[in-house]
Structure formats: structure tokens, C-alpha cells
């Protein structure tokens, strides 16, 4: 009966006057009784409020929060079931891989967003990485996301004074109070990465942003990782001087990064094709300098008091399913 499942709403934040909107397309394709399913836009400019403002009005015990640009697979909701019998699971999440048939800049940019040395654990967020597994806010991303809406309001929902990275400190603050976060490989939405390499440029340069900015609303030792690439680049601005004062044995550091660059290249060539991974290479390397360079920007951005709610207007829509 269908009455017996949970209702679950399905927010997703999207632009105002934005009429296509794909995500909504796939949510209406979901294998879920439609009478218990509810779907919600929130059209605005601040994501984090959006999905606040939803949040609230929802009626779901589940929340499925897509990206607008997010297409997830049919069998979502019923996978995700499974793991929400356990009352301890409050939030679950998989990852949003690049389709098949996106063009070639893009397949390449997934790669480096799924390679070690460009993103670490968080490759979990853009590959089907090992089995079920409870987990941080490492390896969860916002654009395919489930939790328990109980268990969000409790924290507050989302910090609005954040984005992106909204949704890490949100994970981090469920981990303090000793809530379990799953990460299934097979709970897959698929999602074409930036269109252009200015545009990939500009998130990764956003990513930094966020992380800095989270990491000073809300310091963790899991950030700790997050120091290397503005690491790495006060170590590029300095290497003249420290050539001139020391001798080129200073650049030792910069010929293993760029050995461990190759060796990288090499592992996705194995595993992605022998073109995707030598076009990688070079944005792998501008992945730690844009994340560094953004991270730098965040240490020293304006922050709202905590409480301050951004000056924006959200328009919710209740859409048929």
C-alpha cells in the first residue's frame, strides 16, 4: 500500500524566470507513488535560503534535495528506503556523475573532479567509489542529497550565511550529535559539470571560497586538508625568493608535485581513456592553484553575523508530480 511510505519532498533550488528546469522532468520520473511524493521550487538567488524556505513549508518526512540541473536515477527513492529503516541513517547521499554523452571538455573535467590528487575523498561526490558505507561530509554532495527533514530543522537547516559549503556544516553539525550519514555508490544523479574551462575555473575557485569561509564559521579537524592547495600556492609565489636565497634545491618540492601530476595522469589514462587522462593533467594542476586562490580569498571575505539572513526574496512553487 502506498500509504505506507514515508512522503518524501523533493527541493530544488532554481533561478527566478527559470521555466526549463530538468530536474523537475526527472523527479516526475521517479518510481514513488506520485500521492506521496511532494515538489517543491524555490526560485530565488541565494541557495541556502531557497532551500531553508522550502524546507520549512515541506510536508515530507524525507527531503530529496536536487540541484535544478540534477537528473536523478528512477530508482532513487525506493534504493534510498533501504537505508532510511535504520532510524539512526539522517542523511544519505551518492554522487552526480557527468552523462555519457556530454562533450568531451566536460568528460574531462570529471575526471579531474574524480581523481585523488585533484579532490581526495571528496572524488566520492563525482565517481561510484567502493560499497555502502557511513560516512562524512567528505564524500556527500548537496545536489543529490536525502535526510531526514526532522533531523535538519533541529540544527536549523542550512547556515545562509554560506554558500557553497552550506551543506558541509550542516553534515558536520549531524556528525557532533552522533547522527549517521550513509554514502551509497549506486544512489546516482547525473549532472554535466561546467560548460566551459572559465566557468570550471570560476567553481573551483568558488570551492576554495566556501571552505574558507565555512572553516572560520565552523572549524573542524576535517578541513585540515583543505590547506594544501593555498599551501602549495604561497609556496609558488615564494619559490623565486627562495631560489635566490637557497638554490634550486627549494624547487625539489615543485619537481615531486609535478611527478606525482604525471603518475596521476597515468592512473586516469588506465582508467579513463588515454586522452581524457593527458588533458587532466593540466587541470589538475589548476585545480589546486584556482582552490588555493579561492580558499586565500575566504580567509579574509566579510562575513554576516550569524543569524543575519541574506536580503533576498524566494518564490515557492508547489509543481505537479
Not at 61 to 79: H, K, M, S, T
Request: glycine letters at 8%.
Amino acid at each position: 500500500m502506498s500509504d505506507t511510505l514515508p512522503l518524501v519532498t523533493i527541493i530544488i533550488p532554481t533561478k527566478p524566470g527559470q521555466e526549463d528546469i530538468p530536474a523537475v522532468t526527472a523527479a516526475r520520473r521517479l518510481d514513488y507513488p506520485k500521492d506521496r511524493l511532494e515538489l517543491l521550487v524555490a526560485r530565488g538567488k541565494q541557495p541556502s535560503v531557497q532551500r531553508n524556505t522550502a524546507l520549512r513549508a515541506a510536508r515530507g518526512e524525507l527531503i530529496y534535495f536536487l540541484d535544478d540541473d540534477a537528473v536523478p536515477q528512477p530508482d532513487n527513492l525506493r534504493r534510498a528506503l533501504t537505508h532510511f529503516a535504520d532510524p539512526h541513517a539522517k542523511m544519505l547521499g551518492g554522487p552526480s556523475l557527468c552523462p555519457p554523452e556530454a562533450p568531451m571538455l566536460e568528460q574531462v573535467f570529471a575526471v579531474v573532479l574524480a581523481s585523488w590528487l585533484a579532490f581526495g575523498p571528496s572524488r566520492a561526490r563525482y565517481e561510484s567509489v567502493g560499497q555502502v558505507r557511513a560516512t562524512g561530509e567528505k564524500e556527500l554532495i548537496l545536489c543529490n542529497l536525502m535526510a531526514r527533514r526532522d533531523a535538519v530543522l533541529e540544527l536549523g537547516g542550512f547556515d545562509e550565511a554560506l554558500y557553497p559549503n552550506e551543506e558541509n556544516a550542516l553534515m558536520d553539525g549531524l556528525l557532533q550529535r552522533g547522527a549517521k550519514l550513509l554514502y551509497d555508490p549506486q544512489f546516482i544523479a547525473h549532472r554535466r559539470p561546467r560548460r566551459t574551462l572559465r566557468a570550471f575555473c570560476k567553481m573551483l575557485f568558488t570551492y576554495g571560497r566556501g571552505r574558507a569561509e565555512q572553516f572560520r564559521l565552523h572549524p573542524t579537524p576535517g578541513s585540515a586538508l583543505n590547506f594544501a592547495p593555498p599551501l602549495f600556492c604561497a609556496y609558488l609565489v615564494m619559490a623565486p625568493v627562495l631560489v635566490a636565497l637557497l638554490g634550486p634545491i627549494t624547487l625539489t618540492p615543485l619537481g615531486v608535485y609535478l611527478l606525482v601530476v604525471l603518475l596521476q595522469a597515468v592512473a586516469s589514462c588506465a582508467s579513463k581513456g588515454f586522452l581524457r587522462g593527458v588533458l587532466s593533467m593540466p587541470l589538475v594542476i589548476a585545480s589546486h592553484i584556482f582552490y588555493g586562490l579561492g580558499f586565500w580569498r575566504g580567509l579574509f571575505t566579510k562575513l554576516r553575523a550569524p543569524g543575519d539572513r541574506p536580503a533576498t526574496d524566494v518564490q515557492l512553487d508547489s509543481m505537479p508530480v
